[in-house]
DNA sequence: TGTTAGCACTCTCGCACAGAGAGTGCTAAT
DNA sequence: ATTAGCACTCTCTGTGCGAGAGTGCTAACA
């Protein structure tokens, strides 16, 4: 398959450059007044008709430039992979923005969210990281007036949940305080499995509570990838692929249903290692709506602790050169984030 | 101003009412035939005329049917503001929602923003119930390794931070409790200047961990609205004045800053009293971008303790008959349950 | 053999133009 | 006060034509 010569690579290259750039169909003679090659446009046409052969280009309609198929995509996005950088400046920029937010993985993630929209000029979606081995750490029981309790449990890798119960009836509470902290002492680092396994608890209360520890841990651990985050949903509306409302709503839409979303980005990375990136093109002939838009996704975390998933969408036109390396880098960079926050721990 | 004959009246709101549905210019003829109407079109011609004179309709060009004005939806508006109630199954299915989500503000939030979105088919936008005054109600201190400790703030009301902080030392999870404990017993209740005042501690541990204290509780109340939801983006993709992406885009990329929309969302409410409701059509003149746009917005909580605004973005051809008791509804609804989170406590 | 100049061909895009259709305003009759 | 009729205006749609851009092919050239 890869038989291009040298001359056939950079011209490819240099047409799918320009055609991201100019959203339009990029000709022969276009090409040589614009890069000033020392080849004449004759030349150039005659590399073009062997390209558009090879299926790395195509024309369309019969009198019309040159535009890049999905394998010239595939074909350009490798080449340019390994070589492509992020500017030490913007690393800079970036990694002071993530050391002046706040500790919360919530903020982290919208952080992220916000830069990689707004360097790759996508949309940017990320998972929350979700702890594969969910384990207690501490649980917190505060009376609120009447039969209302206030129950903070706390998980290894500090996720917290909050939740209000409503007792049967109204307890002290130094009662509860005794309660957390005897199942403080009874479960501290183990997982859901091992907590749902302890023989039953003499008091009613202490049981009435573990009952709804292990219904949480679960819910928590079932949760695939937690929340979604997602930013810069009209930055593709800009395109003009996307003047047509129609094409625009289509993709949007998939937006719209976090559960479709989530339900993308798994399938997507599914066995991914972290640190692989992906980029997908076109929706690689399973997301009919993403016909038009491409995909650059990553993983992120440390396997068996902690992942999560993030990635930009954006027309199949996309800025690879500076989305790929933001992504790459980014993802870099929240992995070392759950790493430190996990063996902090 | 209002010297509208009953049949003025009734005919505008025929219009309005088709326009809506239509998003065509209404003529004439097309009135009388749909209709039904016992009069000939020469009639109603002349009554068109005469609302046109008046302000409240007008001809996108010479020759074509006529378009309500912003005046016209204003009156529009005002005569169906108070007979537009929700349908008892629609109030039905939203209230239950509403009692199978959990108690977690942030799960309240997403399913209003939902609901509303989904009710009007236009953009929801709600900021989470600001609490005007934050008052103290826990604090609990869960040692990490290292010098890592995570501090867990629960205020009055429910709402619940939490960070983490870096001690000068490693502090054993045993001392932690005992000042946390501490402090619990001094500083329940009381407002963040009430723990500004406070004498000094003498113990160092207990003075750092009060200083943080002020420091979340400062923040929490500084944070104007808290976060804020938002749903539908795509909604509105799909009606016809919008595919001109352009205008699309520029409605939509108010949503794009969050702080652009919390500024939109405090001013349009300032002094708003809650359960009072407010159409604002057509930008009123103040927001360029929206020019074509209408909101409807309500605040909701119990004011001056916990407050927060909700409304609906659409066209300025949106459903106001759906969208205003939806809006209603949904802003009681959450008065209701922020009430009850309080009056719990 | 690889490269180039030249030429005929094809297809889109923009524009002008005409006719249909819809809606209006006005006037005169009821 | 209402209505029928009519002339007028304006948009919308489809058609046709010329300009422009780009191609493929052939023949000449280094």
């Known amino acids: 398959m890869n038989e291009l010569t040298d001359r056939q690579k950079t011209l490819l ?10 959203a339009q169909p990029i000709g022969s003679k276009r090409l040589v007044d614009h890069y000033h090659l020392k080849l004449s446009s004759a030349t150039i046409r005659n590399e073009m008709s062997a390209l558009t052969e090879m299926g790395y280009l195509c024309q369309p309609h019969t009198s019309a430039g040159r535009v890049p198929t999905e394998e010239g995509y595939r074909y350009f996005v490798s080449q340019m992979m390994d070589q492509a950088v992020l500017p030490e400046t913007v690393q800079r920029t970036i990694s002071h923005q993530f050391h002046q937010s706040g500790s919360d993985v919530s903020q982290w993630m919208t952080l992220a969210a916000s830069i990689l929209a707004h360097q790759s000029q996508g949309i940017s979606v990320i998972t929350a990281p979700h702890i594969e081995q969910m384990r207690f750490k501490h649980v917190e029981l505060i009376s609120t007036q009447g039969r209302q309790v206030l129950m903070i449990l706390v998980m290894v890798g500090g996720e917290v949940n909050q939740q209000i119960l409503t007792l049967a009836e109204p307890v002290a509470q130094d009662r509860l305080s005794q309660t957390a902290a005897r199942l403080n002492g009874l479960l501290a680092g183990l997982a859901e499995d091992a907590i749902a396994a302890l023989p039953a608890r003499s008091d009613a209360l202490d049981q009435d509570i573990l009952t709804l520890i292990v219904q949480d841990v679960r819910r928590s651990a079932k949760s695939v990838s937690g929340n979604i985050y997602t930013d810069g949903l009209t930055n593709v509306l800009a395109e003009p692929e996307f003047t047509e409302t129609e094409e625009a709503r289509r993709a949007l839409k998939i937006f719209g249903e976090p559960s479709t979303l989530k339900d ?17 093109i076109g929706g690689e002939g399973v997301w009919e709506e993403l016909r038009q838009c491409s995909m650059v996704v ?42 430190d926050s996990i063996s902090g721990e």
């Open 13 to 22: 290259m240099l047409i799918i450059r320009d055609h991201i750039e100019s």
């Open 264 to 280: 993308l980005l798994v399938r997507t990375t599914t066995g991914g290692n972290v640190g692989g990136l992906q980029v997908l």
């Open 298 to 339: 990553a993983r992120y975390g440390v396997p068996g602790m902690a992942t999560g998933t993030l990635g930009v969408l954006g027309p199949m036109r996309m800025s690879y050169a500076k989305t790929i390396p933001t992504v790459r880098y980014v993802a870099d960079l929240l992995s070392d984030m759950v790493n």
